[in-house]
T-cell receptor
Framework: GNSVTQMEGPVTLSEEAFLTINCTYT??????LFWYVQYPGEGLQLLLK?????DKGSNKGFEATYRKETTSFHLEKGSVQVSDSAVYFC?????????????FGTGTRLTVIP | KAGVTQTPRYLIKTRGQQVTLSCSPI?????VSWYQQTPGQGLQFLFE???????NKGNFPGRFSGRQFSNSRSEMNVSTLELGDSALYLC????????????FGPGTRLTVL
């Protein structure tokens, strides 16, 4: 079946530090991979996505590369800001299968301190 | 273009009652999915509607149901509420079932006392 394993949090970083949040997945076919972000009191916002092996998704300084050989989609940012404090969710979906819903990881809470 | 809207944003109910939540997708989006978010279980898929028909269902009891209208708006209903139903209920829309990207609304926070 499909599943996502995400780095446990919480993660606390100083402003301008480098961020990595690990994500690995299990899928029966060829999933699309996503990172969503949730700010306090809000729903999920799509941060970035990648749809096939070796694709790199990027947005707002965040990047993640679809690695089929390691079944991973790690999120990185070179210099975090206080405004990046949020919960980050890795997710996958397999379009074209009967169950094409999103499967989520457990989420990683990031706190950036000035 | 307006995003996904959900009403109400907050609800407080007591055990045994029922509740109906509403979701309006992004204009032109025809697929609507519902997810439950709790601290213990995380984000779990409830069901998906497309063309007024349920197309996919997660592992939830029959107390959880939904429907979709001809304008793609969707409602979900939870009957005989239990304490464990307290959660953030998120609605997501996408263009159609062949589109991979889903866009989420702000959620409805349900508290069951």
């Amino acid at each position: 079946g499909n599943s996502v394993t995400q780095m446990e949090g919480p993660v606390t970083l100083s402003e301008e530090a480098f961020l990595t949040i690990n994500c690995t997945y299990t899928a029966t076919g060829y999933p699309s991979l996503f990172w969503y972000v949730q700010y306090p009191g809000e729903g999920l916002q799509l941060l970035l996505k990648a749809t096939k092996a070796d694709d790199k998704g990027s947005n707002k300084g965040f990047e993640a590369t679809y690695r089929k050989e390691t079944t991973s989609f790690h999120l990185e940012k070179g210099s975090v800001q206080v405004s990046d404090s949020a919960v980050y969710f890795c997710a996958l979906s397999e379009i074209g299968t009967g169950a094409n819903n999103l499967f989520f990881g457990t989420g990683t809470r990031l706190t950036v301190i000035p | 273009k307006a995003g996904v809207t959900q009403t109400p944003r907050y609800l407080i109910k007591t055990r045994g009652q029922q509740v109906t939540l509403s979701c309006s997708p992004i204009s032109g989006h025809r697929s609507v999915s519902w997810y439950q978010q709790t601290p213990g279980q995380g984000l779990q898929f409830l069901f998906e509607y497309f063309s007024e028909t349920q197309r996919n269902k997660g592992n939830f009891p029959g107390r959880f149901s939904g429907r979709q209208f001809s304008n793609s708006r969707s409602e979900m209903n939870v009957s005989t509420l239990e304490l464990g139903d307290s959660a953030l209920y998120l609605c997501a829309s996408r263009l159609d079932r062949g589109t991979d990207t889903q866009y989420f609304g702000p959620g409805t926070r349900l508290t069951v006392l």
